[in-house]
């Protein structure tokens, strides 16, 4: 198989983590008898140093024309005071957007290994294992008007939707569910806001073509309740772009593994955008000390969702599970004992699994 | 001290904990020395079956004539299919708007004898005291349009603040830090909403008078993190009112007594309604069992903010401790061993230390 790849280090340790996942790539190609081609563009802080914006037109083009792009991490204290947009979360917006990534899938599962990091009792945690399907390009990021008002006393944003864009978001979120355990949660405020009414009809609309799947609906201050109290529960968890920002967050500090989660955001035509959930993690920043799972796992996302490679996927979660057991860990990891590694050689112990 | 106060009990277990505060008031007119006068009304679903609306008018002209208002719970299976406007709840919107009670109030604190019944560990739960400031009147809740367009291709929610109204739940949110220990955390997504912006401006400019408050900003999807990460970082929070209503009904699990939670809801005037946190429960409405300590610690803090009766509002926490020091709880909380009591013992219990 022939493919191209955008990479878009972006900012922090983004740099770091993307040559992770471009050897782990590597390491596949080889294996498998693909060819993978690497090309690198700039976003966020380092695309405003670099050319006065965070979301260069080089960078979009090349994005379009990629099979699939893979995301390190953007922002930095250095760009915190520019006006909003020289920032570099503009940057991941506006790509979002150009690529009409609609679909963000956070798959949150605990390892065994790593439920003692959890904030959560063991029994509270254990055998959780959900999928977040967030709305990505629309909601009350980019409704209009978003705007102060009558000499600054007033200022308004605006959550709009279209109903084709409500419908394809569920859709996604029903044939994710029929892939897993046929359990699909709709997360809304049905009881304040009319967009969330109808998207609640929408779900019950739908329902019908997806009879394997249960469905059920939940307030969104339910939701985030319910998250810390009964997290497997849950199985996917479909929900607008802002609580679904919130909620995604929320549910990824459950399992004590936020560095290891990756996350996809896929378009219509399928190229999608993959990016770990963390941060760009300034502070550690060129220190060689990052956890690069996450952005490998986020590669592996990619294998299987843009270019249909479920086994090349699955060797590269089997081979950060099996590291994992074999008791290496980065710093981030709060685990007694096993053994503490840096970026570089966590990356080489996959790449020998594989 | 003579004072009228209405009481709204609403539906489900609502009625049950609203006899349960009133006897404890009783209780502390008769020790005290006070009058307090009691006038009960209908909202929600209970005002629906008798008035046909969940609020009439007679319960908010009792409400804008009384020293206080206490609130049971609204809601239950029963008028969930209603049409909107005919949706208990909107009752619940509707007083808040009424009477102005722009400033909702979260205290969420651990009892130490409840903490094993939290879904976090011990270590990470334990010393957490917190203030959830949530503005209550204003934003995404009450904001227009908020109407399906273009032949119900389009919904839109509108989110609008005037720079008074944020102004004065800042306002609010500094003065509990003073109050408290000094430390204020605004949420906000300041990096995607105008409103969020000029609200982070808004601190900003207001921080000055304050000089004995530190102030921070978190964005709200980092605030949902840390609220489970890390819950005793914070001191008092403030926000508007759908991230309040989403982060406070978070808190609310983290130390394992959402059936212990009472809130404030106060307008410029100081006259304040006060309810618990937990909904109406009509699982187990009728059967005697409910918590009342939700309730009369609303009552208690009814005392302290509306009426100024700090000893008053002090004893009824305080007789609350000592029972649940005594092993005394009801069946919401998971305790093991002690003595498993129903709403009216509960209530005796405190009632008789006080
Ligand atoms: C950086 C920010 C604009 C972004 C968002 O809110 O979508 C981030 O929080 C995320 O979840 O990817
Ligand atoms: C019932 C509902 C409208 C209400 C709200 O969202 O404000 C409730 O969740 C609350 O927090 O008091």
């Given at each position: ?288 000390i990052a956890n690069p799972t996450a952005m490998i796992l986020s590669a592996a996302l990619m294998l299987r969702y843009s270019f249909g490679l479920e086994d090349e996927a699955k060797i590269i979660e089997d081979a950060v599970q099996s590291v994992l057991d074999a008791g290496y860990h980065t710093a981030d990891l709060r685990i007694a004992g096993g053994f503490q590694v840096g970026t570089a050689e966590m990356t080489k112990l996959i790449v020998d699994y594989i």
């Open positions: 198989m022939k493919k191209r790849i955008v990479l878009l280090p972006g900012d922090g340790i983004g740099k770091e983590v993307m040559n992770s996942a471009k050897e782990v790539l590597t390491a596949i190609a080889e294996e498998y008898n693909h060819s993978f081609s690497f090309e690198t563009h700039e976003i966020g802080g380092a695309a405003i140093d670099q050319y006065g914006t965070p979301l260069p037109e080089t960078t979009v083009d090349a994005c379009k024309q990629a099979d699939a792009v893979l995301l390190g991490a953007v922002g930095g204290p250095k760009w915190d005071n520019n006006p909003s947009h020289l920032r570099p979360e503009r940057g991941l917006l506006g790509i979002r957007k150009a690529l009409d990534l609609y679909a963000n899938l956070r798959p949150i599962k605990g390892f065994k290994n790593l439920l003692p990091a959890s904030p959560l009792k063991e029994e509270v945690v254990s055998g959780s294992d959900l999928l977040i399907v967030r709305e990505l390009t629309g909601g009350i990021y980019f409704g209009s008007p978003s705007e102060r008002r009558e000499n600054g006393q007033v200022v308004v944003d605006t959550l709009s939707y279209t109903r084709q864009e409500i419908e394809r978001i569920i859709d996604k979120a029903f044939q994710a569910a029929q892939g897993r355990r046929g359990r699909l949660t709709s997360v809304d405020k049905a009881n304040v806001l009319e967009s969330s009414k109808m998207w609640r009809e929408i779900v019950e609309e739908k329902k019908a073509q997806y009879p394997d799947v249960a469905v059920e609906h939940l307030l969104v201050d339910a939701a985030a309740m319910k998250l810390i109290t009964n997290p497997s529960h849950f199985d996917v968890i479909v929900t607008e772009n802002m609580f679904g920002d919130i909620l995604s967050d929320e549910a990824s500090v459950l399992t004590g593994s936020l560095g290891m989660l990756p996350s996809a955001s896929l378009n219509e035509a399928g190229v999608g955008l993959y990016e770990p959930v963390h941060g760009s993690a300034p502070d550690i920043a060129g220190k060689g």
